[in-house]
């Protein structure tokens, strides 16, 4: 019924007296039993330092969670802070949504620059100014670029493939004045234009 450190502290005669005075006393007409709590029996020590530290580490952990809500937009505000995280949240869908756009515009410029001849496609989106100075549709992909590219082909032709040079009308080889019709190799047409058939 009593704890022998609550005998110890009483005393034998007052110990006895309070167990006597405690018999019977429950509700269900048992003894009450009374004991010391705050030595550590109750709740170990062991206990109440990992409660603690429990309490420690979600104590940084929501700080941690409010600082970074905070560097992207929010309050920090505990308080707010749901409201800041979807705010956050948001924020980062469209600022990746944006560089997936600006990446998709930088390829479809530069596959277009490609497809129309162009060799060095950095120095003419450097000499036009930057990815930006091109027109786009909602989608990233470049309009009007052939439009953009005549005025380049007269000022810097040095940026676009050369034409395949075709076979002209004169040929020196005994002054033959013909162009190529389908001759199998060459040496049909210089025998052809030597007048040896």
């Not at 509700?27 to 029996?41: C, F």
Request: a negative charge; hydrophobic letters at 30%.
């Amino acid at each position: 019924m009593m704890g022998e450190k609550i005998k110890k502290l009483l005393g034998d005669e007052l110990a006895a007296k309070v167990e006597e005075a405690l018999k019977g006393k429950n509700e269900d007409g048992t003894d009450i039993e009374i004991g010391v709590i705050n030595d550590g029996s109750f709740f170990s020590k062991e206990a109440y330092d990992e409660e603690k530290s429990k309490n420690e580490i979600n104590n940084r952990l929501f700080e941690d969670i409010a600082a970074a809500v905070k560097e992207y937009g929010g309050s920090g505000d505990v308080k707010t802070i749901k409201k800041d995280i979807h705010s956050a949240i948001e924020n980062l869908k469209k600022e990746s949504e944006k560089e997936i756009l600006n990446t998709k515009k930088e390829y479809s410029l530069r596959a277009g620059l490609k497809e129309n001849g162009v060799i060095d496609e950095d120095c003419l989106i450097f000499k036009h100014g930057g990815t930006d100075k091109f027109s786009y549709d909602e989608n990233g992909n470049v309009v009007g670029l052939e439009d953009v590219l005549k005025t380049y082909r007269d000022s810097a032709s040095y940026l676009f493939k050369s034409e395949d040079i075709k076979l002209s009308n004169a040929h020196t080889a005994g002054g033959y004045e013909d162009s190529f019709d389908g001759f199998d190799s060459l040496k049909d047409m210089v025998n052809k234009g030597f007048g040896i058939e």
